[in-house]
């Protein structure tokens, strides 16, 4: 017994060395599998917080270019207006709760809040970014981000009461469904962890006509909606051993600058989830049945 | 200025660096400037072995929880605060048995010797913290690479403060 105590004294320093290696490893591995890290959420309430403080300075040598930015989205939504359609009937009128429906009946799908970058890195292989939104203000995890020119930009993996974070396209772990917007065609976009204006789209048929400069735009199968633009194909590559394209994406989103930002809740994607789970449920409990 | 309130100061703007500007830089993609660690390698020489391994562990965190990927930089940070006695300990002059500065300098060890200190535990830290990263993703040349490539960059910046801001320090005598 004394021996061990002798030992713990004398090899103190080492030890703590490993406990504290050991901590830190967790944090990191831990945060791989479940996507969260220990102690992120009341962390993110104080780094958010400086970083909000350091980005009202930063956003004051930017302000031009975002004001053009958002002139323009307001210019194309203006456009959007019913004030700029008549109908030609106008003697008969359905008048119906407005909220989950639109004039002409239709459910309301998405919700659009807006927010903006604390923080934002583009130089790392697991790029995220901090918005000055929390779960108090509704963000909730695995929200759509687009930024004001209307471009995919990332989605939400965490939120604290007033900040949340987003996994940007720039993420070695991202992989987002998208469309090729001539053809309809899915496919999946990698980032390779190398050059920030370029993502890597896979799994596009051959018997798909790319050409250079094709817009790939995001897909319903995401937490996106449908045909926002995501980038441009830059350079097609011809995989000989596969039957699909492997493509370079210039991205839309300019991800250097990001300062306001959308995030969008798809009101339908619990019952999507669910729905998804339910029917892999029924088809593993058949294949088990079945001899 | 008392150590402490140094100390404090020096890592708070040693962060805020790191944060704030060097990871805004976009030069390459094996490129990445880091400086921050220069804190630990600061810290006075009277700072004790466990308390070294609390600070460096702390140090790196701060920054893990500022760039979101919590563990990395607490990991390679509490190696080099655990090495930092045995590489000062080789280096250290023979002739005196004290170190009459309180903290590692040009000036209190001499720049050759200073800087093969520096160069040792960035090279561990560098080395370390880009394996962790490894792990989950890339490839062997890229790691490679970007060991070489980011210990180049980080050792350009270390010289370049140390020659920008050379630090006054006081002869520690007997008397004081």
Redesign the interface.
Known sequence: MRNIFLFIRRY???L??LA??A???????N??RFHR????GW??E??GRI?SN?KSVDDFFHLKAENQRVHRMNDSLLNLLPANFMKLDTSTQLVRDTLPYDTLGNYRRYIWRNARVV?N??????N?I?LNRGHEQGIRDDMAVINSDGCAVGVVVNTSPNFS?VMSLLH??SKRSVAMKRSGNNGTIEWD????LYLTLKNIPKSDSVVKGDTVVTSINSSFPAGFMVGTVAEIVDDKSTNFYVLRLKTAANF?NLQQVHVIENLQFEEQTKLLEETKKRIDNENRNSP | MSELVRNIIRFILFILAQVYLLNQLHLHQYIIPYIYYLFILWLPFSVSRLGLLLIGFLTGLTLDYFSMQVGVHAAACTLIAYLRPFVINILAPKDSSEFNYREPSPRAMGWTPYLVYVLILTVFHHFYMTFLQWLQFGSFMDFLIKVVSTTGISMLLVITVELLFPRKMKFRTNTA
């Open positions: 103190f320093t080492f703590a060395f504290f290696q901590a830190a490893l967790y944090f990191l591995f945060y791989n890290a220990r102690g992120l962390a993110n104080i780094t970083n350091y923080y890195t583009v130089n790392q292989q697991k995220y901090q974070q070695v772990q962890g190398k050059n920030p250097f």
